[in-house]
DNA sequence: CTGAAAGCGCTTACAG
DNA sequence: CTGAAAGCGCTTACAG
C-alpha cells in the first residue's frame, strides 16, 4: 500500500528523478522523445501522482488560494465562491473555503491556519475585527482582495456594491410609483460594516435628492431580532410608510414575516423593495422589487485581481476600491 | 521577508530543532521548564508558525478533508459543508470544498487532486459516473464517504434520506386531505440517481399502500426543460391531478412557475409537496409543505464517520447505508 | 541532453 | 532530559 514516488518512476524509466522532475515540469526543451517516452510509460504503469505536498514544501507556492466568507449560508456568498472556484479552476488553483460567522476570533484562526499552509493568497469577507492582522498581510505584501466589505485604513483591494446608487435605485424606484413616505430597515450599524452604512447613507442621501424629508421614525438600524417591535412602532405612526427598503435579506425576512402577521397587502398598503435575490421570487407571491448585486462578476473579478497579485508577487500594486453596479429587479429575478 | 523557521527558534533559544519539535507536538513529558520557556520566548519574539505544508510531507497526513458536492449553489450542499465544517473545526480539521458540476470528468479531477494534495479523506455527492475510481479509493483503503447518494456495489458508506419515506409522507399527508388524483414530477431518472429514483419508487408504493392506483399520466419524470409540457399534458386530462408531489427544488420551481402561469390558485385547484426547504416559505404565499431533510444532522453524521475512518486507518470498516428521517413542514420551516 | 547533490521545513527513532 | 542524523518527495541550479 506504498505510494508510488518519483524514485519508483525513475527507477522504472531508467532515467534519474530530476529527467523525471523535468518531465512532470513540462520542460521538455531538451529531452529525448525516447527518454521521454519511457517516463510516460513509466508513469502510466505505475498510476504515479505525484505528491503536491512535496512540491509546494520545495516551491513555497501551493497552488492554492482562501476563501473567507463571513456565512455560507448567504447566498450571496456562494454564488461568490461559485465564481471564485470557476476562474480558479480555469488557472489551476484550489480553493479553501472557510466560514468566518462574522467572529473575528474564528477569522484570525483562519487566517493563521491558511498561511500555516502556505496559501499563495487569499479572499476574504472580513469581520473588521482583525485590523493588525490585515495590516501584518499588507507588510508582507501577502496577496489579499476584500469582498463584500472593505476596511478603513486598510490598503487592500476591496469589490463591492455601489451601495449609495443601490439605495438611490431603490428610493427613486419608489419614488417614481408616488411613494413619498418611504422608511428603511437595515440591520445595526454598530460594527460599521461597510454595505448597511453605505446602504443606509444612500438612503438618507438619496431622500434628500428626491427632494423628500429624512424622518428618523421610518429609519430602523437595529439588532434582526429587535426588527419586528421597531416595524409594529413605525406602522403605529399615524402617517405610516407606505414603503420599505429592506437593506438585506435577513432585514426583508423580518419585513415579510410583520406584513404576513398583520395581513397587510403588497403592494396595496406597502411596497418593498429587498436587497439580493430570493430564490424562487419570480414564481411566488408577494411580488417584491429586488436590487440584485452582479454576484458572479464579483468573484470573478476579485479571484482575476488575486490571482495577478499572486503571479507577480513581487509587484507592490496600488489597492483600489472596486465598485459593481446593481440591477433593480421587479418581481422576476435574473438567472444568475 | 524570509519567514522564520524552526531553526531560527532553535537558534534563538539555544536548543535543537529536535527539542522545538517536541515542544510543538506538546510531548513535553521530559523537558525541563527553562528549556520550555526559552522555546515559548523564542517562538513568540519571532513570531513563528510552523510550516504545516513540511509537517504533512513528513507525517503523511494533512488534518484535512475534501469535500465534492454536485453543485454548492443547492442549498442543501450549502447545509451539510455548513455542519461538515462544524464538525471537522472540532477536531482541528481543514475542509476544502469542491464543485463537480454533476459532472463525472471534473468529479475526477478533483479526486485526483485531493489525493494527489494528500487528504485524510473525502465526504462525497458522487456523479455516480466513476465507478473505477470509487473503487480504487475502497481497495487502497482510503477514508471516503458518500452523500445524498449511494452507488450501488461500491463498498462506502452513505449518508441519505430515507427517500420512500419521505414520498410515502407526501402522499400521505396529501391522502389525509382527501386527494386522490396525485401527480409527482421528478427529474429525469435517466442516470439511475439515488433521491430521484427511490422518491420515485416510494410514490408509486405509496399510492397502493393508500389503495391509489398508479396513473402514468400523473407521472412526469423528464429533464428540467421539459417540465413545462409535461405537465400542460397533465393538466389537459379530463381528470386533472389535485395534487402535486415534487420531488426536488427544481421540479418545485417549474410546478410553481406552471401553477403561476395557468392561474391556478394553491391550494384550491391544485395542492403541492416539495422536497428541501425554500428560504422564506415561511413568509411568502401560496403556503407550500415541504419534506425537509436534516440537512445539518447528516452532514455532522458523515463527517464523524469520516474522521473515525481517518483516526483508524488501518481498521477495516464494514460500510453501512445511513438513512435519515424527513419531517413534513406546512408553510412553516424548520429553523435548520 | 541527463544526473548528482543540496535543500525545502519539518518529525522521529535513536543514542547518550 | 536533549541533540545529531536521516528522511518525507519533490525541484533546481549546476556540472558535464
Do not use: W
Not at 476596511?151 to 438611490?168: H, P, T, Y
Request: with cysteine; hydrophobic share 40%; aromatic share 8%.
Amino acid at each position: 500500500m506504498k505510494r508510488i514516488t518519483i524514485t519508483d518512476v525513475a527507477k522504472l524509466a531508467c532515467v534519474s528523478k530530476s529527467t523525471v522532475s523535468q518531465y512532470l515540469n513540462k520542460r521538455y526543451d531538451y529531452m529525448g522523445e525516447t527518454t521521454k517516452l519511457r517516463i510516460e510509460n513509466a508513469i502510466s504503469q505505475l498510476g504515479y501522482q505525484p505528491n503536491i505536498v512535496a512540491r509546494s514544501l520545495k516551491q513555497k507556492r501551493s497552488s492554492t488560494i482562501g476563501v473567507i466568507v463571513a456565512n455560507i449560508l448567504h447566498s450571496f456568498s456562494t454564488k461568490v465562491i461559485r465564481a471564485i472556484e470557476d476562474t480558479c479552476n480555469e488557472n489551476d488553483f484550489h480553493v479553501i473555503v472557510c466560514n468566518a460567522d462574522d467572529d473575528p476570533v474564528k477569522e484570525e484562526k483562519y487566517i493563521q491556519m491558511l498561511l500555516a499552509k502556505q496559501i499563495d493568497g487569499m479572499a476574504i469577507f472580513p469581520t473588521g475585527g482583525n485590523l493588525a492582522l490585515y495590516d501584518s498581510m499588507v507588510k508582507m505584501n501577502y496577496p489579499v482582495v476584500f469582498l463584500d466589505r472593505m476596511i478603513e485604513g486598510v490598503n487592500i483591494d476591496a469589490f463591492l456594491l455601489d451601495n449609495e446608487n443601490a439605495s438611490n435605485l431603490a428610493v427613486k424606484h419608489l419614488v417614481d410609483r408616488g411613494h413619498t413616505r418611504i422608511g428603511v430597515v437595515t440591520p445595526s450599524i454598530e460594527r460599521m460594516v461597510t454595505p448597511r452604512v453605505e446602504r443606509l447613507e444612500g438612503f438618507k442621501k438619496a431622500l434628500k435628492v428626491h427632494g423628500l424629508p429624512v424622518t428618523n421614525e421610518y429609519i430602523k438600524s437595529m439588532g434582526v431580532d429587535k426588527l419586528q417591535s421597531g416595524l409594529k412602532e413605525m406602522f403605529s405612526l399615524c402617517e405610516k410608510p407606505t414603503a420599505l427598503v429592506a437593506s438585506n435579506d435577513l432585514t426583508l425576512f423580518e419585513v415579510l414575516k410583520f406584513v404576513k402577521e398583520n395581513g397587510l397587502n403588497i403592494p396595496e398598503e406597502i411596497e418593498v423593495v429587498g436587497f439580493d435575490d430570493i430564490p424562487f421570487a419570480t414564481v411566488l407571491e408577494p411580488s417584491l422589487s429586488f436590487l440584485s448585486q452582479p454576484a458572479f462578476e464579483m468573484g470573478n473579478k476579485a479571484a482575476e485581481r488575486l490571482l495577478e497579485k499572486i503571479e507577480k508577487r513581487d509587484v507592490l500594486f496600488e489597492s483600489e476600491i472596486h465598485r459593481f453596479q446593481p440591477t433593480l429587479f421587479q418581481g422576476q429575478l435574473p438567472k444568475n
